[in-house]
């Protein structure tokens, strides 16, 4: 027995009558939706060309771009390119709802909240930044597919936070991905379009996402508009390169000032730091650093850091430029505010905790006044947090 798939609804009606407008072409569907058999013998068929059904599932600001792409070019019916847009979400503790959900009230589209997907009937999945492994079953009630907008070069970066990755490892090319997803692992099906860009010199997480969102929105409807023969020309992904982008822990905004040099811990700064700040220890308290910055030539040269020993995690107040030095591995970074029980300046530490520290113990060195790495147990609920976090940062 063969799968055809099956017509979903009849003519439009217009005024009370049917439109005379041409209804989409249509064809038996080979090869989609896995198997050559189906289990009940219906007579199933498809569209072969736009106005497609969408089913869209996201979350976060770079999946927000991608449906506010889908839902102009439902608007613009001149194109027709959709037809029908419907989009899945997943609950968030934030009364307002995740950014994708927020932009559906607004839009007045059809919303629901995983795992409820709603009854209808769609040609194509689009997921962006989803979070969820969707199973086999829901795959194939697509005829299409399900297609995925994933910020980064596959196989590289494969998982969920891939622009974090790409950021604190210094890449410095990375790229969106369409690709037809699989079930059961995450970013491993075949690629329908990729392209590159290069990574913009010390630019942070968040502004590379706005970045990639509208790389990726316009490769998606780039897609769509061939859609048929852009599966036919995927490609499958190499099986040398992949690496993988687990979400981010509370551990991970750890400084460990023995072990990374200034390169690193900035890195870290620019992948997390709208995200989570940096966090480590002043004498046992946790403390975050919320502003770093790079330590230039003239202070690097002031006889203040020449003339002291050292060791990783010593900190020096410098007036000139009212800032936190903080050594590590191999040298100095600069830190504006910190918070501690409350945000302060760089000034208003020094004034609070580091003058009044030097007063009591006027004959100590500043390795004896320092930041220590912060050890922190694994705790799911600290994760859960982050994750949170991570969905609904503006």
Known sequence: MRVLVRRCWGPRLVGGAVDPKPSPQWRPLAGLGGSAGGKDGRDVRVREKSPWRVLFFGTDHFAREALRALHVARENKEEELIDRLEVVTVPSPSPKGLPVKQYAVQSQLPVYEWPDVGSGEFDVGVVA??????????????????????????????????????????????????????PKRFDVGPILKQETIPVPPKSTSKELEAVLSRLGANMLISVL???????????????????????????????????????????????????????????????????????????????????????????????????????????????????????????????????????????AQPSQCRFQTLRLPSKKKQEKKIVAMQQCIK
Request: charged share 15%.
């Open 225 to 363: 508009k061939n859609l048929p023969e852009s599966l036919n020309n995927g490609k499958q992904q190499p099986t040398e390169g992949a690496t993988y982008a687990p979400k981010i822990s509370a551990g991970t905004s750890c400084v460990k000032w023995e072990e990374q040099t200034s390169e690193q811990i900035f890195r870290l700064y620019r992948a997390i730091g709208d995200i989570i700040p940096l966090q480590t220890l002043w004498m046992e308290n946790t403390i975050k650093l919320l502003d770093l910055v790079e330590v230039n030539s003239p202070v690097h040269a002031d006889p203040v850091l020449t003339g002291q020993a050292v060791i990783p995690g010593s900190i020096i107040y410098h007036k000139q430029s009212q800032i936190l030095l903080v050594y590590c591995k191999d040298g100095w970074i600069g830190v504006r505010s910190v918070m501690l029980k409350k945000t302060l300046t760089a000034t208003d530490f020094y004034n609070g905790y580091l003058h009044p520290w030097y007063q009591k113990n006027s004959q």
């Open 129 to 182: 930044s989803f979070g969820r492994l969707l199973s086999e079953a829901l795959i194939l009630k697509f005829p299409y597919g399900i297609l995925n907008v994933h910020p980064s070069c596959l196989p590289r970066w494969r998982g969920p936070a891939p622009i974090i990755h790409t950021v604190l490892h210094g890449d410095p090319v990375t790229g969106v991905t369409i690709m037809q997803i699989r």
